[in-house]
Every structure is written in C-alpha cells, then in structure tokens.
C-alpha cells in the first residue's frame, strides 16, 4: 500500500490569489495524478504527473491555471492559479502501485479550499 | 468517450435489508470496473475490482456487458456500511479513473 499526505488540508483564499497543495508519498512511484471534487459533483481527474516530464492535463484543465511540479519519485505539488470563487473544490492526489496480483490506486486525504 | 453513471445520489435502507447501488458505464473497448468507497472522516479507498471477483465486507460486484453495469450489491446491510460509494472505471491498461457522481448509502438502525 502506499501512504500519502497532502498539505495544506484546508485553506480560505481570497480570489486571484494562488494556492501550492504539496502531495508527499512514502514510496517512489511512477505516475501520480490530481483530481478535483467540486461541491455535490465526482471526482475529475486534472492531470497525470510523471517524473521527470511535463504533466499530462485532461480537456478542459490548462497548464497555466493548474502548474503541476513533479521534482521526484514520492512529491508533488498542485498550483491553482488566480483563483475564483469557482475553484472551491476538494483537490486530491494519488498515485499507482503495482501489486503482486493487482494494481491499486491510493489517494491522499484531500486539500478542501475555499475561495472567498 | 469513458462514462460513468451512478442514477441514485442519495439511498437509505434498513438495517438487514438487501442493498444494490446501481452503476452503468459508457466504453467503447474492454474496461476495468471499481467500486470506492469513503466513510466519514476517511480518505477514498478500494473496495472492490471487477477482475477480481472477491466479496469485500459482504459486498460483491458483478460486470454486465451486455447492459454495461457494474452494480454493487449485500444481501444484509450493516450501519457500518454508510458511506459514500463510487464506481469508477479506466480503460485496459490506463490507470487513471473516470468516476461517477457517487451514491450515499445511510442504513437506518
């Protein structure tokens, strides 16, 4: 299994501001991944991070707004950029092992923002 | 494109009572079928992968091709079984997860 944590748990940001949510793993893993849960909706994945290259984004999430630095096997970090009242949401990191017989996606507990 | 759609937001039943989440998916190859599941105060976790065919804390999960489902189903619900509960779905061979809206389970004592 993997143990992830990320900080800060919470914030209340003020809008056009921006946020670092750092995601710390306690092994070294390939591909780790951030995801957005807006209020009352599912989880989105943002973008996949790899080592050592650029974040891959899914449509509708852009480089500019969510800066994603992958400096090593087992850290993160997620940028929300400029922030509006819009991007209050949970933000989540994971990553994925490979096990024995199957592999598992672990999950971090979640960075709650607010944007005032 | 991958879908996922869980109907019911919100599902209450008694304690004792059978329990299904419904779960229905859109992909157009061979797909990999999840049910997460995240009680209070707890982060995401697995509960269980179609491939594997296991029953995890009674709870156990059929893929349906034929109706593209992926229903989780416990034949005697327990209190501890309230949570929140996502099925999820990534295409073979991919690792990221496509989630549906998730369902909260409350089972009444």
């Known amino acids: 299994s993997a143990v992830i944590s990320q900080k800060p748990s919470r914030d209340i940001c003020q809008r056009g501001t921006s946020l670092t949510i750092q995601c710390q793993v306690d092994s070294q893993v390939t591909m780790m991944f951030w995801y957005r849960q807006q209020p009352g909706q599912s989880l989105t994945l943002i973008a996949t991070?790899?080592?050592?290259?650029?974040?891959?984004?899914e449509s509708g999430f852009v480089i500019d707004k969510f800066p994603i630095s992958r400096p090593n096997l087992t850290f993160s970090t997620l940028t929300v950029s400029n922030m509006s009242p819009e991007d209050s949401s949970i933000y989540l990191c994971s990553v994925h092992l490979a096990g024995v017989v199957y592999n598992e996606q672990f999950f971090g507990p979640g960075t709650r923002l607010t944007v005032l | 494109a991958q879908r996922v759609t869980q109907p019911e937001k919100l599902l209450s039943v008694f304690k004792g009572a059978p329990v299904e989440l419904k779960c229905n998916y859109s992909?157009?190859?061979?797909?990999?079928l999840f049910w997460y599941v995240q009680y209070s105060r707890q982060r995401l976790q697995l509960l269980l992968r179609?491939?594997s065919r296991e029953s995890i804390k009674g709870f156990t999960a059929d893929l349906n091709k034929g109706e593209t489902s992926f229903h989780l189903k416990k034949p005697f619900a327990q209190e501890e079984d309230s949570a929140m509960y996502y099925c999820a779905l990534s295409g073979q061979g991919a690792q990221k997860l496509v989630f549906g809206q998730g369902t909260r389970l409350t089972i009444n004592p």
């Open positions: 991070a790899n080592q050592g290259s650029e974040a891959t984004y």
């Open positions: 179609h491939i």
């Open positions: 992909y157009s190859g061979s797909p990999e």
